[in-house]
């Protein structure tokens, strides 16, 4: 099992960034997908999560309104639309998903958002 994440960087307060998780080594269209962060001093946060066919998403309140998380079962990737980005969504991302009872996480893609 394989999950690499891409796309983060530098972007100022209020721009868009899209996060991809490029999964492998597991029947992707099979299982939910999760994103997670974790700020400088903070625990890790659940960000939003996926069914395995997309008809189903949850977001923490903090994001709600303003992230999308999306899959295309196609390419075994997930995504993550994040716009109108604050300062306090600086964290690495991490894509997650607990196949047959393992929970497996990628590496990790830095977010910084500052002016």
């Known amino acids: 099992v394989q999950l690499v994440e891409s796309g983060g960087g530098l972007v100022q307060p209020g721009g868009s960034l899209r996060l991809s998780c490029a999964a492998s080594?597991?029947?992707?269209?099979?299982?939910?997908m999760t994103w997670s962060r974790r700020a400088p001093g903070k625990e890790r946060e659940l960000v939003a999560t996926i069914n395995s066919d997309g008809g189903s998403t949850n977001y923490a309140d903090s994001v709600k309104g303003r992230f999308i998380i999306s899959r295309d079962n196609a390419k075994n990737t997930v995504y993550l639309q994040m716009n109108s980005l604050k300062p306090e969504d600086t964290a690495v991302y991490y894509c997650?998903?607990?196949?047959?009872?393992?929970?497996?996480w990628g590496q990790g893609t830095q977010v910084t958002v500052s002016s």
């Open positions: 997650r998903s607990i196949i047959d009872g393992r929970l497996y």
């Open positions: 080594g597991f029947t992707f269209s099979n299982y939910r």
